[in-house]
């Protein structure tokens, strides 16, 4: 792999955020396919209840594994700018220690998924006619989250250095044959909910073995050698100090989303599944905000390395228009053809009516999400990573709470759940827009 190919300090600023986005795009579509494929088999061959017991056990997921995946960003942040300054020494250090943090880290959510499962699903309200295949498929997919980090900590590095095609290539074989799998276990070995996890596990492993041997043939500065694999003080510091913050923030907002699921779950099974059914077209449609948001941290993190302080500003008007043109056009295809798709969930018009419900109510609030997420990515790609966690965590997590806590006992509705969304979202966007205008956020560079 040439990395000089990834430098994103020269040329057309609009040809390198798309081209380093596309793959990034299509990546993030095929992991997205893990989960989504899981609910489709389940809606379909196995029934109503599996399909909220998938549902339930994400928020869970989302909540425990978030902390460290803002770790893993804040360590993508360190990374580009070393590699933007063409520091091949520390890019080395950053890389080992993070994966002596990955495999510390993942060792112990493994045991601490695996042990709390049933009480976790249980405090979140989940059902009885649920919890049973929701507590085996969460603990199945928390036996290999090790792996799961692995693949994300190492596509991570890959990302900083201006590589974004090879996780793609590594997630299509892994979606594919999770697609299989599924088929498989569920559909012909009827292994119920438990297969449509193994089979998850099974594709994960196989896109991190792939990743990390594809690091250890390296010959560059991202080249992984397991003799190497210790902490050095001062890179263990500077992720922290870049991550933890995302990853606070990660754990918190997942947190507030197992308030929500708890709400959610108050409604019932039909309730669960078509919001379950909804969340799966929800990741798809979030997809060019979020690659556009990891394009423009690593471009800003690498411009930042190159003291290339104008582009960094010029890029991040060009990733704002990117992002706003795509998520008009989903907006308007999901409120056209929504309640389409979420047939291919379950044919229950009970449950079909809560998808196609918080469909109309969550879409409009895509082109916030999409200004909150692009301004984001540039401060965090700048080093600032306490501010995007205050705002997001502040409007997401204590405004949301405190929005549903005040206005369930009032109406008592689900759709005050979906309303939360929303109203967060929008003030989400004008703190970061307000933070851009105003912040020193690029200042301290010089």
């Keep these: 792999m040439d990395e000089t190919q990834g430098l994103m300090t020269k040329g057309s600023i609009s040809k390198q955020l798309l081209f380093f986005s596309i793959p990034l795009l299509l990546g993030n579509l095929f992991q997205q396919l893990y989960n989504t494929m899981d609910s489709i088999v389940v809606g379909n061959f196995i029934g109503g209840n599996a399909l909220a017991a998938v549902g339930a056990s994400t928020p869970i997921i989302n909540l425990l594994v978030g902390l460290f995946m803002g770790i893993a960003t804040g360590a993508g942040v360190v990374i580009a700018r070393f590699f933007g300054a063409r520091d091949a020494k520390s890019v080395q250090d950053a890389v080992h220690t993070s994966f002596a943090l990955t495999l510390i880290a993942g060792g112990a959510l493994t045991v601490a998924g695996v042990i709390l499962s049933p009480a976790l699903l249980k405090a979140i309200g989940t059902p009885a006619e649920v919890l049973e295949s929701a507590v085996i498929y969460l603990r199945i997919y928390f036996l290999g989250v090790l792996v799961v980090m692995l693949y994300n900590i190492a596509s991570g590095i890959l990302r900083a250095v201006g590589d974004s095609k090879n996780p793609l290539y590594f997630l299509i074989v892994s979606s594919v044959l999770n697609i299989l799998l599924d088929l498989l276990f569920v559909a012909v070995f009827q292994m119920g909910v438990a297969g449509v996890a193994w089979a998850t596990l099974i594709a994960q492993a196989v896109s991190a073995v792939l990743v990390l041997a594809l690091m250890m043939r390296s010959k560059g500065m991202i080249r992984l050698e397991i003799r190497k694999i210790r902490m050095s003080r001062f890179m263990f510091s500077e992720i922290l100090r870049m991550g933890l913050p995302g990853g606070v923030q990660n754990a918190i907002v ?193």
């Design 254 to 446: 997942a947190f507030s989303n197992v308030i929500v699921q708890a709400n959610i779950n108050s409604f019932g099974a039909a309730a669960m599944a078509g919001c379950s059914s909804y969340s799966k077209i929800d990741g798809f449609a979030i997809l060019p905000i979020m690659s556009f948001s990891m394009a423009i941290t690593t471009f800003t993190g690498q411009n930042i390395g190159a003291k290339n302080f104008d582009r960094v500003k010029k890029g991040a008007k060009t990733c704002l228009f990117m992002s706003l043109a795509v998520s008009v056009v989903l907006s308007l295809s999901l409120l056209v053809f929504g309640k389409y798709i979420f047939r291919v969930f379950s044919p229950d018009e009970e449950i079909l009516s809560y998808a196609t419900m918080m469909c109309r109510f969550l879409v409009p609030g895509y082109l916030f999400l999409a200004i909150t997420h692009t301004y984001c990515g540039v401060v965090r790609g700048a080093g600032v990573a306490m501010v995007p966690m205050l705002a997001l965590v502040g409007n997401m997590c204590v405004l949301r709470m405190l929005w549903i806590w005040l206005a369930m006992p009032a109406f008592h509705s689900i759709i005050v759940v979906y309303l939360g969304y929303t109203l967060t979202w929008m003030t989400s966007a004008l703190t970061m827009v307000l933070y851009y205008k105003k912040g020193n956020w690029l200042h301290r560079y010089g």
